[in-house]
């Protein structure tokens, strides 16, 4: 809001106060939501850093890897509708308690697969134990921050996947370097069973951390339950009428433009997700701690792009060019990336950063998506709109590494896969662009 104040039971609340009580409460949830983001982004990607040895250990083929990451994805998208259901009904912490536990458990079983089949089972239940978590804080946050506030928080807690990045790499060099041999396993076991092993202890904690909604959270006084209540109902009117009913998602033309935007984007995130510590390796950086430690530094920088595009795109009130800009710089990130990895006389820097152009632009794109689906719906059919949409879009994460694994496979390079996902996300921005026009001839808003 511009006002300087705004109503509240009477009294004048200034915008100071709005400030400082979502402050607090951004203090309160965000660091530990990103925690557990932090822990299930360590969990599902660590496999790309695993592939490093276990492929040579274990007698597999890149396409065996490329659809033993990719089968994560199923599980995912079969469960996490039901699961953002069940969120509404028994709460947030009972939600993430129960997810956070499952895999936690299953990454550390992962350390003792010998078969291929072992490996997609237990891939495939990874997807479907994590899933939910995501959507869940989606629509968790929406419960607490009005949408003008929405974005910035969406990319702090979003961002944790890239903290999860420049932590990640170098902590897995670090584990399979230190661990080699101790016990009689291989390092890339030891990965999954360290990494595992803080998810299900962060389970426990959540259950009696987390607070369901904000007039349940006693650490927030009566005054700040009723500035979030009043924000929230201010935000309603704001929006005005929106879709509510979940059962309108299915044949609704909109919800399946976003679906796509938010695809094609996941093509390339899953692709730089599973293929990086790849794409490292084949620059010429062959330990596991080099490989670890310049993904880490890549991240670093996508973090920052997250953080900052959410808060300007709150800033601004504008969600278009904010996403189709970092969409855009993505894909010609992407483009650069393939060109490079193609010519063997290219410095090794240009691809590189190439590569990290390609990580900011995409990962910059995701929290500035999310506001999206809120022009759009409400209620329930928000509930399962968020849920169907990061559902069946995430499928990109099934078909984008096993896609690249099989090209892998066959033509012994990557940069094929790289140009046809450089045009995949540079179509995310098309279709956001179409979807918010859309929004703005049907609403009138001016976002």
């Known amino acids: 809001m511009n006002a300087q104040s705004v109503p509240l039971s009477g009294a004048a609340t200034s915008i100071d106060e709005v400030d400082a009580t979502y402050s607090k409460i951004s203090w309160r949830l965000l660091p530990f939501l990103g925690v557990l983001w932090v822990l299930a982004w360590l969990d599902r990607v660590n496999i790309g850093f695993a592939k490093l040895q276990m492929l040579d250990d274990l007698k597999f083929s890149e396409a065996v890897y490329g659809l033993g990451a990719g089968i994560f ?20 912490k009972k939600t993430v308690m129960r997810i956070t536990i499952g895999w936690g458990i299953i990454c550390i079983l992962q350390a003792w697969v010998t078969t291929p089949t072992q490996f997609y089972i237990l891939r495939f239940l990874l997807g479907a134990f994590e899933a939910g978590f ?7 946050l929406t419960y607490w921050y009005p949408s003008k506030r929405r974005a910035k928080a969406f990319g702090t807690f979003m961002s944790a996947s890239a903290i999860a990045g420049v932590l990640g790499g170098p902590l897995a060099g670090g584990i399979m370097t230190w661990t080699a041999g101790a016990h009689g396993m291989h390092g890339w076991q030891w990965l999954f069973i360290i990494e595992g092993i803080p ?47 979940w059962r309108t998602l299915f044949s609704n033309p909109m919800v399946w433009l976003l679906i796509a935007v938010f695809f094609c984007l996941l093509c390339a995130n899953s692709t730089l997700t599973f293929w990086m510590p790849t794409v490292i390796r084949e620059a010429g950086f062959t330990t596991p701690m080099q490989v670890g430690w310049i993904a880490g530094a890549a991240y670093l920088l996508g973090a920052a792009g997250m953080v900052l595009n959410g808060r300007h795109s709150d800033q601004r009130g504008e969600v278009r060019w904010h996403f189709a800009g970092s969409a855009l710089l993505g894909a010609a990130g992407m483009l650069a990336l393939a060109i490079t990895m193609g010519m063997a006389s290219i410095p090794v820097v240009l691809a590189l950063t190439a590569m990290v152009l390609a990580l900011i632009g995409t990962m910059s794109a995701i929290p500035v998506f999310w506001q999206m689906p809120n022009m759009l719906l409400s209620g329930g059919a928000a509930a399962v709109g968020v849920a169907l949409i990061n559902s069946v879009a995430n499928l990109a994460g099934f078909g984008a590494p096993y896609l690249m694994g099989l090209i892998k496979t066959s033509t012994g390079k990557v940069a094929p896969g790289l140009y046809l996902v450089a045009v995949v996300e540079a179509l995310a921005a098309v279709l956001a662009i179409a979807f918010i026009a859309r929004m703005q001839r049907r609403k009138g808003l001016g976002r």
């Open 73 to 92: 994805f199923i599980g995912y998208f079969l469960f996490e509708v039901p699961s953002n259901m069940l969120l509404q009904k028994i709460g947030a």
């Open 134 to 140: 995501y959507p869940g804080v989606i629509l968790y």
């Open 199 to 245: 998810s299900v202890l962060a389970g426990v904690v959540a259950y009696f951390y987390m607070t369901d909604r904000p007039e349940q959270a006693k650490w927030l006084t009566d005054a700040d339950r009723a500035i979030v209540r009043q924000q929230l109902e201010i935000d309603q009117k704001a929006q005005g009428e929106r879709d509510s009913d």
